[in-house]
């Protein structure tokens, strides 16, 4: 099936350091999506991309709809101890269609 | 509240046996979604429903069935044929201008 592919698989940071991570595809997404999960639970959408070029932000995170339509970045300023958890981009495809596609996550560790 | 609900929380299951998952959302959404999660990986897609009454396979159907008779619910059934069925199994509805909504989730363990 269609592959996201996101990296890096795993962060390991000190708190208040910056976060960039990203997510790419070998196909074309009209929309893009930046999810949370935390352990146990489903993921919470964080930030939605609908233009190419586009740089949308939600507090101390922003996400970008890279211009060729194939990748998006989020980047998180500043990390608290509440940003652990796992990071997904998604995805959908043409408009019409509403496949929505996952990335393989990005696991963020917050040493003390 | 507008929300999507799973249930259960737990099921067991013993080989060979189908067992059924519940997913209701009230969010009045055309879109809904079942993905599998197993331990330390990403979000497959089973099964997606763009509208009642259709649904169309995702990337890991083999031994999984759907259906969508009402807007509101789209069940999932862990049929036998499904070799590995212990996994966190994750049901969301969705709109395209507001993103995908997730229920909290079902853990199938088989016994």
């Known amino acids: 099936g269609q592959q996201l592919n996101q990296s890096p698989q795993s962060m390991f940071i000190q708190e208040g350091e910056d976060v960039s991570m990203n997510c790419t595809s070998s196909?074309?997404?009209?929309?893009w999506l930046w999810y949370k999960q935390d352990p146990g639970e489903g993921p919470v959408l964080l930030i939605a991309?609908?233009?190419?070029?586009e740089l949308t932000s939600n507090g101390r995170l922003t996400a970008q709809f890279g211009i060729t339509r194939k990748d998006s970045f989020l980047n998180i300023s500043a990390s608290i101890p509440s940003d652990v958890g796992i990071y997904f981009c998604?995805?959908?495809?043409?408009?019409?269609?509403?496949?929505?596609?996952f990335g393989t996550g990005t696991r963020l560790t917050i040493i003390p | 509240d507008g929300g999507i609900t799973q249930s259960p929380k737990y099921l067991f299951r013993k080989e060979g046996q189908n067992v059924t998952l519940s997913c209701e959302q009230n969010l009045n959404h055309d879109a809904m979604y079942w993905y599998r999660q197993d331990p330390g990986q990403g979000l497959r897609l089973i099964y997606y429903s763009q509208i009642v009454n259709d649904f169309q396979k995702g990337d890991i159907a083999e031994g999984y069935s759907v259906s969508r008779e009402k807007k509101e619910s789209f069940p999932l059934t862990v049929t036998s044929a499904q070799k590995n069925p212990t996994a966190f199994y994750l049901c969301?509805?969705?709109?395209?201008?507001?993103?995908?909504?997730f229920g909290s989730g079902t853990r199938l363990t088989v016994v």
């Open positions: 991309l609908y233009k190419a070029g």
């Open positions: 196909s074309i997404f009209n929309t």
């Open positions: 998604a995805g959908y495809p043409n408009f019409g269609n509403e496949k929505l596609t």
């Open positions: 969301a509805s969705s709109t395209r201008r507001l993103g995908a909504t």
